[in-house]
């Protein structure tokens, strides 16, 4: 369940919060378990990869739980978190995937540049983890050519679906100025993909199968190498509740089911951010938990 979504209880983070203030790490680390999974997936997409992903999680909690004896309860919490956790990841240091993808230029020549092999309807099948590995990879490429601000703006507004009301408070941003800045970022994705995608664009020919027999005959499609498409079942769309207000821009349902059927991650080891708390006591003296 989207803790940004219409069915978000203000009611139960507000009582875990009220308890874990007064020093109960257990109502603290339940905090955590509620908003971890949609935290580390938006992390995921942002920084392209599943361990950069894990640290700005992590870092980003971190920021949050020592700063939760500054929330005034003037405010929904959801909105005071995400503005912590958002504003984080903006200011955290460049990541790999930010020096891989650089802008939408230099990944039209890394496509180009992989050779179309020939494939088989047998080879094809064959290859079907792999092509939908190498999707995600190239979806989420895409994504990692937009700047920052626009790369995180797309993946809350537009790949997890939240609603341009709860974005708005959450970026600090007046609706107007919110739904400018993702409507920008929007046909900027579109433009490529039109331009480069045989599954959003039919008159672009589909190369997906005949680079991933390229990639996997190079070596960097191997089964060990995968991480996109790594058995995970739950998907984005899980984390979306469906807002008919997000579609009356320019995206079409074909482009939203290519971009929320990229996998995501909920089956975490039981091994919380708080362990990190409780096992630093400068940290453990900030949040007076000893």
């Not at 003037?74 to 990841?89: A, D, G, H, K």
């Amino acid at each position: 369940m989207s803790p940004l979504g219409e069915n978000y209880s203000e009611n139960q983070n507000i009582e875990l919060v009220r308890a874990s203030l007064k020093g109960d790490k257990y109502a603290l680390n339940e905090l955590i378990k509620l908003h971890r999974p949609y935290i580390y997936n938006v992390a995921w997409k942002f920084t392209f990869d599943p361990m950069d992903a894990e640290d700005l999680t992590q870092e980003a909690l971190i920021k949050v739980i020592t700063k939760l004896s500054q929330f005034k309860f003037e405010s929904q919490f959801r909105t005071w978190l995400y503005r912590i956790v958002f504003n984080e990841f903006l200011q955290s240091k460049r990541r790999r995937g930010e020096k891989q993808f650089t802008n939408f230029e230099d990944q039209a020549e890394r496509l180009d540049s992989i050779e179309n092999t020939v494939v088989s309807e047998q080879e094809e099948r064959d290859l079907e983890e792999k092509i939908k590995e190498l999707r995600y990879r190239c979806l989420s490429g895409m994504i990692m050519c937009l700047t920052r601000e626009q790369r995180l703006l797309f993946i809350v507004g537009e790949t997890f679906g939240v609603d341009h009301n709860i974005g708005a408070e959450i970026f600090n941003l007046s609706k107007q100025n919110y739904r400018i800045k993702l409507h920008r970022a929007r046909k900027d994705i579109i433009n490529f993909m039109q331009d480069k995608c045989g599954l959003m664009n039919p008159k672009n020919p589909c190369r997906c199968a005949k680079k991933t027999k390229t990639m996997h005959q190079r070596g960097y499609l191997t089964d060990d190498k995968h991480m996109f498409n790594v058995g995970y079942r739950k998907k984005v769309a899980d984390y979306v509740e469906e807002n008919l207000d997000l579609v009356a821009d320019i995206v079409d349902d074909k482009h939203l089911k290519l971009l929320r059927d990229v996998p995501a991650k909920d089956n975490f080891d039981s091994t919380t951010v708080l362990d990190e708390i409780l096992g630093d006591k400068e940290l453990l003296d900030f949040f007076e938990l000893n």
